[in-house]
C-alpha cells in the first residue's frame, strides 16, 4: 500500500470556469492536520478546496464558517473535505513539488498579503481585507502524529522565512510582516496502510523535511514577489 503512495501521480489542482473555486483531488482518503474553516483539526479528505470570496461578503456581522458552508454546500451539496477561504485571485495558485530517495512533497498555495502583520501586532478590527495565505502540504508517506505536526511547524516556518525574505510590510505599522492575520495551513499524507508503519520523524535532518520546506519555501517566496508586483501597481 505504501509503495502504491508513492508511485502515485498527483493530479493537478482544477481552477472552475468563473475562478472563484479552485479544488484538488488527492486521489485517496488522507489524513489532515491543520486549522481552516471547514475540515480543521485532525480530519481525513480526499478533496480539498478554495473559495475565493469578495470584502463584502464577510462583514464583521457574518459568520464566516457559516457563509463558507452555504456556499459549499450550493456547489457542491455537502461539506466533507478541507476548505480554504480566500479573497485573493484564485488563479494565481502557485504548485511545486519536489522528489528524492523515494519521498515526494507537493505545496498548492494562495498567496495575498493584504492582510499583512507582524507576529505580536495588535489585533485591529480596522483591517479587513481579505488577502491571505493558504497552504495545502502533500506528501507520499504515512506520518505518525508527532512527524504530523513536526511538518506542520515546517510549513509555519517555511511561510514566515519567505515573507520576511520578501520584505512585505506590516498593514498596521512600520515593521516587516512575518505572515497574514488569517494564514491557513493544512498538511495532508495517506492514511496508514494495514501494517501501520509511519514516519515518525519529519525535521530538517531529514530527508522529508528537507523536501517539505525547500517546496513550501519555493511556493510562498514565488507568490509573495508576485503579489507584492500586484500590490505596487494599485498604489
Same mark, same amino acid.
Given at each position: 500500500?505504501?509503495?502504491?503512495? &508513492?508511485?502515485?501521480?498527483?493530479r ?8 472563484? =473555486?479552485?479544488e ?10 491543520? =486549522? ?13 478546496? =478554495? ?9 464583521? +456581522? ?17 461539506t ?29 498555495a ?6 499583512a502583520? $507582524? ?12 488577502? %491571505?495565505i493558504?497552504?495545502l ?21 517555511? $511561510? ?10 506590516s ?8 505572515? %497574514? ?17 509511519? @514516519? ?6 531529514? +530527508? &522529508?523535511?528537507? @523536501?517539505?520546506?525547500?517546496c513550501v ?7 509573495? =514577489? $508576485?503579489?507584492k ?5 494599485e498604489?
Open positions: 500500500m505504501v509503495d502504491e503512495m &508513492l508511485m502515485m501521480e498527483y493537478s489542482p482544477k481552477l472552475s470556469e468563473c475562478h472563484r =473555486w479552485l484538488v483531488d488527492l486521489c485517496v482518503p488522507h489524513s489532515t492536520l491543520g =486549522w481552516t474553516l471547514i475540515g480543521g483539526g485532525r480530519s481525513r479528505a480526499q478533496h480539498v478546496f =478554495w473559495h475565493q470570496v469578495s470584502d463584502t461578503d464577510l462583514l464583521p +456581522e457574518v459568520d464566516a464558517r457559516l457563509f463558507f458552508e452555504d456556499r459549499r454546500k450550493r456547489r457542491k451539496a455537502d466533507t473535505g478541507v476548505g480554504f477561504l480566500t479573497g485573493c485571485s484564485l488563479a494565481e495558485y502557485v504548485e511545486r513539488r519536489l522528489d528524492r530517495g523515494g519521498l515526494s512533497a507537493r505545496c498548492v494562495t498567496i495575498g498579503l493584504r492582510n502583520l $507582524r507576529i505580536g501586532d495588535p489585533p485591529s478590527t480596522a483591517v479587513h481585507s481579505l488577502g %491571505t493558504n497552504i502540504l502533500q506528501v507520499s508517506r504515512p506520518l505518525s502524529e508527532c512527524a504530523s505536526l513536526e511538518a506542520l511547524s515546517l510549513v509555519a516556518e517555511a $511561510r514566515t522565512s519567505a515573507v520576511l525574505d520578501g520584505h512585505v510590510p498593514s498596521i505599522g512600520n515593521t516587516v510582516a512575518t505572515g %497574514t492575520g488569517t494564514d491557513c495551513i493544512v498538511v495532508a499524507s495517506p492514511l496508514p496502510s494495514i501494517d501501520g508503519v509511519e @514516519l515518525d520523524y519529519a525535521g530538517k535532518h531529514t +530527508e &522529508l523535511g528537507h @523536501l517539505i520546506g525547500s519555501y519555493d511556493a510562498v517566496s514565488h507568490g509573495v =514577489w $508576485r503579489s508586483g500586484f500590490l505596487e501597481r498604489q
